[in-house]
């Protein structure tokens, strides 16, 4: 198996030899990319949602091979590519051999940036040959990060498309919180996994859009940084307006459990469910897919602050950034739990 990595890394380290210009991406590194970018490795979830929207021809396969409800809300020619596994984050899982016979012009790695993701893309850039590249991933960058991909990759004429519409979803938040007192905007606490006692802290980027749709996220009184695990006992400290449940099994055991009975949410009924088909729209990943995602938090949160057809607004989204026409009775699936039963 040396012997075949050694001689694949040599093919693709002969490939440089068609790199003709420079890239700076959000690590200050200096990459030599080709000038025709064909076919994109993600280097984790957040990248593959990317460039599935972006460029979905030029994906070369999914991290992980996409769940059968998730296909249902994917192309045909997407739902059918293979996975490579990550090679970012935790449970890193690509091998490498698999990954050097995709033969992509490009590793792309979105999200966030720090010496630790600097230090992996050198090291993997150093070891295939492939130039890897590192984007900000922020949600408030949206609209720039699908500009610059679009330059990077040559649709820029749809990534204006794109940014546009996250322009748009950035600029009717701000518009909306602007008319809702600080007051009056909710607590919330976000839970995962079938416990939910796994939560984003202040700053992790899994609960970005809960703050920039101006909820407290109450964890972040557990201080700054990324995924964590909390007690019970924490949580009826917080008292919660609302909990949000990345998964159904959560949501149903904290409303019948009577150890979660003495938290706000759960004795006023405010636990929901956060739409996760194809790709969660709060986090799982954190990437595009949180702009229809911060639509429904607004119609969740401020259902009198906000005029938004939801129904309308998934299936222009579905449409727009995943390419697939979905139904009314699929818009109902996605949104089951999502947000309070119509009296």
């Known amino acids: 198996m040396l012997g075949r990595?050694?001689?694949?890394?040599?093919?693709?380290?002969g490939s440089t030899a068609i790199h003709a210009r420079e890239f700076t991406d959000a690590g200050g590194r200096v990459v030599e990319i080709p000038d025709d970018i064909g076919v994109v490795l993600p280097a984790g979830p957040p990248?593959?949602?990317?460039?599935?929207?972006?460029?979905?021809?030029?994906?070369?396969?999914?991290?992980?091979?996409?769940?059968?409800?998730?296909?249902?809300?994917?192309?045909?020619?997407?739902?059918?590519?293979p996975a490579f596994g990550?090679?970012?984050?935790?449970?890193?899982?690509?091998?490498?051999?698999?990954?050097?016979?995709?033969?992509p012009d490009v590793i792309i790695d979105v999200g966030t940036v720090n010496d630790t993701y600097i230090d992996l893309a050198n090291r993997v850039q150093e070891q295939t040959g492939i130039p890897y590249i590192l984007i900000d991933g922020s949600f408030e960058k949206s609209g720039d990060t699908y500009r610059l991909l679009g330059d990077l990759l040559g649709a820029s004429a749809r990534a204006d498309l794109l940014a546009t519409y996250a322009d748009e979803t950035l600029s009717q938040l701000t518009t909306t919180l602007d008319s809702v007192p600080a007051a009056q905007r909710p607590t919330v606490y976000y839970g995962r996994g079938d416990e939910g006692l796994e939560t984003g802290l202040s700053g992790s980027i899994n609960v970005e859009i809960l703050e920039a749709a101006g909820a407290t996220n109450v964890a972040a009184a557990a201080g700054k940084g990324g995924l964590s695990e909390v007690s019970l006992e924490q949580i009826l400290v917080w008292n919660p307006d609302i909990v949000v449940a990345a998964r159904a099994s959560f949501a149903k055991a904290a409303l019948s459990n009577p150890d979660w009975a003495g938290i706000k949410a759960v004795a006023d009924g405010a636990v929901y469910v956060a739409p996760a088909l194809p790709f969660g729209w709060i986090d799982s990943p954190p990437s595009a897919n949180r702009l229809i995602g911060v639509r429904w938090l607004q119609e969740l949160f401020y259902p009198e602050a906000v005029d938004i057809d939801l129904t309308a607004e998934t299936k222009e989204f579905f449409n727009l950034f995943y390419g697939v026409d979905i139904t009314d009775e699929q818009v109902g699936k996605l949104l089951a739990g999502a947000l309070p039963a119509v009296n």
């Open 5 to 13: 990595l050694l001689a694949l890394t040599a093919l693709a380290l």
């Open 47 to 81: 990248a593959a949602v990317l460039v599935y929207t972006l460029a979905p021809h030029k994906l070369a396969g999914w991290v992980n091979e996409p769940s059968k409800s998730a296909q249902e809300f994917l192309t045909p020619e997407a739902a059918a590519l």
């Open 86 to 103: 990550r090679l970012t984050g935790q449970g890193g899982s690509a091998n490498m051999e698999v990954v050097l016979q995709a033969n």
